[in-house]
């Protein structure tokens, strides 16, 4: 379903969000820091830390991350940052654990989202549906997580409540590609190929997308429409190959 580059790209703009929201956190904790020196300390080396991740220097960023959660153990950020560094590394136990960490720490559900993308790389899906969940009852207004509780009920072969999850997406966020992406699958598994067709084509305007064409060339050759299957499935391949080709 290419769902495991997106599901990393979503890691890398959690980085990018923590990033941006990152000193106002440091700020509001140190009031509650016993040791404030300590926590000072640790999250400007975080901050440094998140720096060369968005820099891909994703070995140095886990190294700082460490070294941070050393300086003050009671500071949950240096555990969050370091659960993305290491899940961006395929290293998925040892960042379940420190989202955990974190998570002890301080009940963010910043954290609850990063554990339920760790848990969905490692194809569990069931934990991964539970911490979104938790997630989206905290906040139902956070569009995307609806996407992301509709992929993990596309794994587990529940098409319909997957459908019912991207529409609450689209609902949510009108133009969302990954939203009519995820109707278009559900419904392609459902046997709806009609209702896959529409939901393809809408997401394809909104911005182009290689699996969704792979989607449309399927509904066409189940169709009968041969030539433009083939059509489809030469643009599909021209774009993958293109991809695969080291910048």
Not at 82 to 103: N, T, V
Not at 111 to 119: A, K, R
Not at 170 to 185: D, E, M, T, W
């Amino acid at each position: 379903m290419h769902r495991s580059a997106k599901t990393l790209q979503r890691i890398a703009t959690l980085c990018a969000a923590m990033t941006l929201g990152f000193n106002t956190c440091a700020s509001a904790q140190l009031a509650h820091s016993w040791n404030v020196q300590a926590r000072e300390q640790a999250e400007r080396s975080t901050s440094a830390g998140m720096s060369m991740l968005l820099k891909r220097k994703t070995a140095q960023a886990i190294s700082t991350f460490e070294q941070a959660s050393q300086t003050d153990p009671t500071d949950p950020n240096p555990y969050s940052a370091l659960g993305l560094a290491l899940a961006m590394e395929g290293k998925l136990d040892e960042a379940l654990h420190a989202l955990q960490r974190s998570y002890s720490l301080r009940q963010a559900t910043e954290t609850l989202l990063s554990t339920g993308i760790v848990y969905y790389l490692q194809r569990d899906y069931d934990a991964a549906i539970n911490a979104w969940t938790k997630v989206i009852e905290a906040n139902p207004k956070n569009c995307q997580v609806w996407g992301d509780l509709g992929f993990a009920h596309l794994r587990k072969g529940q098409f319909s409540e997957a459908d019912e999850l991207f529409q609450k997406l689209v609902k949510c966020r009108p133009n969302s590609q990954f939203g009519y992406h995820g109707i278009a699958l559900a419904k392609y598994f459902k046997g709806d190929f009609s209702g896959s067709r529409r939901a393809a084509e809408r997401a394809q305007s909104i911005q182009p997308y290689a699996p969704v064409v792979l989607i449309l060339a399927k509904l066409d050759a189940l169709q009968g429409y041969r030539l433009s299957a083939l059509k489809r499935a030469q643009q599909y391949n021209t774009t993958a190959n293109r991809r695969s080709i080291p910048e």
